[in-house]
């Protein structure tokens, strides 16, 4: 049986199930219990997404995908399947893949600047209250009004102790700066540093276009971020996935109702983005994901439990891939329901009891047809994957990240002056020119250091408006609760 199609084959059930390539950016949902095949469910779609020339992203949280550089043939039960759905066209493949990390041991290093990130996210990876938040806000909006760019942690630090040693003089202009709410801040960035902050932060910075990249032969990359290191900071990760989705709503174009979809974003373990959510994290949430498609991006929430993600967000999911689900509490029992009641009803199936029963690789299966219209679910036997679902050994990856186009691009550090450099400057020109440490200095010395000051501000300044970094002082939907536009 052959499945030639323009779209992408999900399983087979009472027919044949496919996604609509042009339905792709309408989000979508891959729920079940641990251990019942959404993993691979990620996979087949992704290894499709790629043939078909749209470039995907997903965070690798086990380790097991790195495989999808090779081609398959290695397991038995994807034979099995191959077999049971007279796929006779079948053949195995590897796909373009292109690894990043953090950290920089299993991929590209992936970095963003404290200014890019904005207040909002930082809060949140920091674990701020709502008082210490708006107390960095207004570090940022300091350091934004004195052309101070916030590249790295340290830069950070420098701003949030400037701004706790001159609280008094801040205070008429920008309102009250608790000195408790300083130290809580600084006490949380030690904290963030020493989980690998400093590698997150930086220059250069990821440029998101380079997600969107195709091979030689038209093949969407597979970009894999390596998250295992990553998730035992668990709000780390989330926040950061929050952050490279804003950054596709912010750079990408209106595209309106394309074809295909330029990426398609893969966030798994999606629960941990809306744990200990505040309000107005939340509603910008809400927001990107309602209006981010009319830029050409799908998003595909995979978690463990539908109940996980909010319902104004779950609403806009039209594409649904549920696996077993466990009912042992009667908070489970309640989640048995919802994802049964979220289909469109099927007169020939009980959802609620079927997602009892699903066996490893099956799932209940609704996708929107062409009109956008969801269709009636029906239970189906999941396609196989076509990579090979072993795991590639540390030479195999370290061999494709040196072959890539984009080796050497973010492999060395750059540390340009910016925030912590100026303000160094600047507590050395006070010391050099106050009485006490420098007696009989004249006055056109204190102007000069005060002039050179203000030259390395304008400097900094220049950079802010000119260059790409600098323009994310003017942060977008999820830098800044002031919500200004950013990148012209």
Do not use: C
């Given at each position: 049986?052959?499945?030639?199609t323009?779209?992408?084959?999900?399983?087979t059930?009472?027919?044949?199930?496919?996604?609509?390539?042009?339905?792709?950016?309408?989000?979508?949902?891959?729920?079940?219990?641990?251990?019942?095949?959404?993993?691979?469910t990620?996979?087949?779609l992704?290894?499709?997404l790629?043939?078909?020339?749209?470039?995907?992203?997903?965070?690798?949280?086990?380790?097991?995908?790195?495989?999808?550089a090779?081609p398959g043939?290695?397991?038995?039960?994807?034979?099995?399947?191959v077999?049971?759905l007279?796929?006779?066209?079948?053949?195995?493949?590897?796909?373009?893949?292109?690894?990043?990390?953090i950290?920089?041991?299993r991929?590209?290093?992936?970095?963003?600047?404290?200014?890019?990130?904005?207040?909002?996210?930082?809060?949140?990876?920091?674990?701020?209250?709502?008082?210490?938040?708006?107390v960095?806000?207004?570090?940022?909006k300091?350091?934004d009004?004195?052309?101070l760019?916030?590249l790295?942690l340290k830069?950070l630090?420098a701003?949030?102790?400037?701004?706790?040693?001159n609280?008094?003089?801040?205070?008429?202009?920008?309102g009250?700066?608790?000195?408790?709410?300083?130290?809580?801040i600084?006490?949380?960035?030690?904290?963030?540093?020493?989980?690998g902050?400093?590698?997150?932060?930086?220059?250069?910075a990821?440029?998101?276009?380079?997600?969107?990249?195709?091979?030689?032969?038209?093949?969407?990359?597979?970009?894999?971020?390596?998250?295992?290191?990553?998730?035992?900071?668990?709000?780390?990760?989330a926040t950061?996935?929050?952050?490279?989705?804003?950054?596709?709503?912010?750079q990408?174009?209106?595209?309106?109702?394309?074809?295909?979809?330029?990426?398609v974003?893969?966030f798994?373990?999606?629960?941990?983005?809306?744990?200990?959510l505040?309000?107005?994290?939340?509603?910008r949430?809400?927001?990107?994901?309602?209006?981010i498609?009319?830029?050409?991006?799908?998003?595909?929430?995979v978690t463990?439990?539908?109940?996980?993600?909010?319902?104004?967000?779950?609403?806009?999911?039209?594409?649904?891939?549920?696996?077993?689900?466990?009912?042992?509490?009667?908070?489970?029992?309640?989640?048995?329901?919802?994802?049964?009641?979220?289909?469109?009803?099927?007169?020939?199936?009980d959802?609620?009891?079927?997602?009892?029963?699903?066996g490893?690789?099956?799932?209940?299966?609704?996708?929107?047809?062409d009109?956008?219209i969801?269709?009636?679910v029906?239970?189906?036997?999941?396609?196989?994957?076509?990579s090979?679902?072993?795991?590639?050994?540390?030479a195999e990856?370290?061999?494709i990240?040196?072959?890539?186009?984009?080796?050497?691009?973010y492999?060395?550090?750059?540390?340009?002056?910016?925030?912590y450099?100026?303000?160094?400057?600047r507590?050395?020109?006070?010391?050099?020119d106050?009485?006490?440490?420098?007696?009989?200095?004249?006055?056109?010395?204190e102007?000069?250091?005060?002039a050179?000051?203000?030259?390395?501000?304008?400097?900094?300044?220049?950079?802010?408006?000119?260059?790409?970094?600098?323009?994310q002082?003017?942060?977008?939907?999820?830098?800044?609760i002031?919500?200004?536009?950013?990148?012209?």
């Open positions: 049986m052959s499945k030639v323009s779209g992408l084959f999900v399983g059930g009472s027919a044949d199930l496919f996604l609509s390539l042009r339905m792709a950016n309408r989000h979508g949902l891959i729920a079940g219990a641990t251990g019942t095949g959404k993993t691979v990620l996979r087949v992704a290894e499709q790629s043939d078909l020339g749209v470039p995907v992203f997903m965070a690798d949280i086990k380790g097991d995908l790195s495989g999808m090779n043939g290695d397991h038995p039960k994807v034979a099995d399947r077999k049971e007279n796929l006779d066209d079948f053949s195995y493949s590897g796909f373009p893949v292109v690894f990043w990390d950290f920089g041991d991929g590209h290093p992936l970095r963003a600047t404290v200014s890019e990130m904005g207040p909002l996210l930082l809060s949140r990876i920091l674990s701020l209250n709502e008082t210490q938040s708006g960095l806000n207004l570090v940022f300091i350091a009004d004195s052309g760019l916030l790295d830069d630090r701003m949030v102790q400037h701004v706790g040693d609280a008094a003089r801040f205070k008429t202009e920008y009250n700066i608790s000195p408790a709410s300083i130290g809580a600084q006490r949380n960035l030690l904290v963030l540093e020493q989980q902050g400093d590698l997150l932060f930086g220059e250069p990821l440029d998101i276009m380079d997600f969107l990249q195709t091979d030689g032969s038209g093949r969407g990359t597979v970009n894999i971020l390596a998250a295992e290191r990553l998730m035992q900071s668990p709000k780390v990760y950061f996935l929050l952050w490279l989705l804003a950054e596709l709503f912010e990408l174009p209106e595209v309106g109702d394309p074809a295909k979809p330029r990426i974003f893969f798994d373990e999606a629960h941990l983005l809306f744990d200990d505040a309000p107005a994290l939340a509603e949430i809400e927001q990107v994901v309602r209006l498609r009319s830029k050409g991006v799908g998003v595909f929430f463990q439990n539908p109940l996980d993600i909010p319902d104004a967000v779950l609403g806009q999911l039209g594409n649904r891939v549920q696996h077993a689900l466990r009912a042992f509490t009667p908070r489970d029992q309640k989640a048995v329901r919802a994802a049964a009641q979220t289909f469109r009803a099927n007169p020939e199936l959802t609620e009891t079927v997602i009892l029963e699903l490893v690789g099956e799932a209940l299966v609704s996708l929107l047809d009109k956008g969801p269709a009636m029906d239970k189906a036997k999941v396609a196989p994957p076509r090979s679902l072993g795991l590639l050994t540390p990856i370290s061999r990240v040196h072959d890539s186009l984009l080796f050497g691009t492999e060395k550090t750059l540390d340009r002056e910016s925030a450099e100026l303000l160094k400057k507590a050395e020109t006070t010391q050099a106050s009485p006490t440490s420098s007696p009989g200095r004249s006055s056109g010395t102007r000069s250091g005060t050179d000051l203000l030259g390395a501000f304008a400097k900094s300044a220049a950079h802010a408006i000119g260059s790409q970094v600098g323009r002082i003017i942060r977008g939907i999820l830098g800044s002031f919500g200004s536009a950013r990148r012209r």
